[in-house]
């Protein structure tokens, strides 16, 4: 081969592999230092989809998310949380206030992340109760029995791998200890052929912009036997979907300055979801509340 024909192809698999990564989705962390600091709602600085039982704007839906959470998990005076992922922390300032655990630990892979929060924590007088640090859900830097509840608001279906994450939590809480989960995964399939192919197409899309691992696409079934797995008992995975789907989708509809706070990316993706029905946007999904505790 000459010296012309390998630097040509030298150069064409440059181009490949530039245009491979641009064409790949970020990491979690790229993908949220990307957004910015830049929550849903008006009020605090929340990124996730809300619980929309009693709530009617994005402001009452996301926190009720996390009050649902907190009920969920039973949180009291006498618990040490690990609360993983937790975006500006305003889960965890919510938790303090109306729950009074005796502390929260939060990690979080994103740097932005933890660094703001922190200062909100610490400006609302919170930081002797709420400790948060950079790290994994999956390696978390914490000793073994250290904790009695861990907790994920919509986040695990990031965690690679969610399975790996729940090993660690299982790791973490000591005996007796309880794990709560608000996530997202796929919709068991359901319908004729061409319902199942958008069923198909719509998690793919959402895996995609959200950055999920492959192994976390389980339906419920598998989803609960992956607690089991690794040793969690009482298992319970309640599909809550309808309480969350519709209520995020009407605001997103109806409420201007909410869409406006979306990131253009996300905008110019969703404008064309609106005027279909939040049944047929979120077929592939399944939105679950799931909650287990570790023997003892
Ligand atoms: C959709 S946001 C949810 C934030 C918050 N829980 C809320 O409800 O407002 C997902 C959060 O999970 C964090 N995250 C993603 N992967 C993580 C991992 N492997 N370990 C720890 N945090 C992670 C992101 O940095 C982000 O803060």
Redesign the pocket.
């Known amino acids: 081969m000459g010296q012309a024909q390998s630097t040509r192809i030298a150069g064409e698999a440059g181009l490949l592999r530039q245009a491979w990564a641009v064409l790949q989705p970020p990491s979690?962390?790229a993908l949220?230092g990307l957004l910015g600091a830049r929550?849903?709602t008006g009020r605090g600085?929340?990124?996730?989809l809300g619980h929309w039982r009693d709530a009617r704007s994005i402001d009452q839906a996301?926190p009720a998310?996390?009050q649902l959470v907190g009920e969920a998990a039973g949180l009291g005076p006498a618990d040490t949380v690990v609360d993983?992922?937790?975006?500006?922390a305003?889960?965890d300032m919510l938790w303090a206030e109306r729950f009074a655990p005796q502390r929260i630990i939060g990690?979080?892979?994103?740097p932005l992340?933890v660094r703001l929060a922190r200062a909100r924590v610490r400006r609302r007088g919170l930081a002797d109760r709420i400790d948060l640090r950079e790290?994994?859900?999956?390696a978390m830097p914490l000793p073994d029995a250290c904790c009695d509840v861990v907790t994920?608001?919509?986040?695990a279906f990031?965690?690679?791998t969610r399975a790996d994450?729940l090993a660690e939590a299982m790791r973490v809480l000591r005996p007796g200890g309880r794990i709560v989960l608000?996530d997202i995964i796929p919709a068991a399939p359901a319908g004729g052929a061409l319902r199942r192919r958008w069923q198909s197409a719509s998690w793919r899309a959402l895996a995609r912009a959200?950055s999920v691992p492959r192994a976390n696409a389980d339906t419920r079934d598998a989803y609960a036997a992956r607690f089991a797995a690794v040793g969690f008992e009482g298992v319970s995975v309640e599909p809550i979907g309808d309480e969350v789907f519709p209520g995020f989708h009407q605001a997103l509809r109806e409420d201007e300055a909410f869409f406006a706070r979306l990131p253009a990316s996300a905008r110019l993706a969703y404008r064309p979801l609106l005027r279909i029905e939040a049944g047929d946007v979120y077929a592939g999904l399944d939105y679950v509340l799931a909650f287990a505790r570790k023997p003892g």
């Open positions: 979690v962390s949220y929550p849903f600085m929340w990124l996730n996301c998310l996390a993983v992922g937790f975006g500006f305003d889960q990690l979080n892979i994103t992340h790290g994994s859900a999956t994920a608001v919509e986040c990031h965690f690679d994450f608000a959200l």
